[in-house]
């Protein structure tokens, strides 16, 4: 079993910076490919970034790219998601994953096995 509590989410004016963690419950996170998304009102839940196992490998949805970078510390069991440049369209409440079955980089939320309770981030314009 694997818990996963994210935290850091907040109210941000546009432009600004947020970065939220993901501290995960577990002794081999490492083994874990991660991911994070977000689901805004009435909108399906979106894949945001993924990240493999070692971070040493990343992915991005367009609308992120250049403006999110996702990382990892495997000796704190966490996964980060530093948000920067961010825009009212980025308003949504946001979930960490991990996915234990091998592989990683997945975009689709069913290929994740365990999600966070997710993290409100408000990006006012």
């Known amino acids: 079993q694997v818990q996963l509590v994210e935290s850091g989410g907040g109210l941000v004016q546009a432009g600004g910076s947020l970065r939220l963690s993901c501290a995960a419950s577990?002794?081999?996170?490492?083994?874990?490919?991660m991911g994070w998304f977000r689901q805004a009102p009435g909108k399906e839940r979106e894949f945001v970034a993924a990240?493999?196992?070692?971070?040493?490998?990343?992915y991005y949805a367009d609308s992120v790219k250049g403006r999110f970078t996702i990382s990892r510390d495997n000796a704190k069991n966490t996964v980060y998601l530093q948000m920067n440049s961010l825009k009212p369209e980025d308003t949504a409440v946001y979930y960490c994953?991990?996915?234990?079955?091998?592989?990683?980089?997945?975009?689709?939320?069913?290929?994740?096995?365990?999600w966070g309770q997710g993290t409100q981030v408000t990006v006012s314009s």
């Open positions: 994953a991990a996915s234990v079955r091998g592989g990683w980089g997945f975009t689709e939320w069913l290929s994740y096995d365990y």
């Open positions: 577990g002794r081999t996170f490492s083994s874990y490919a």
């Open positions: 990240i493999s196992w070692s971070g040493g490998s990343t």
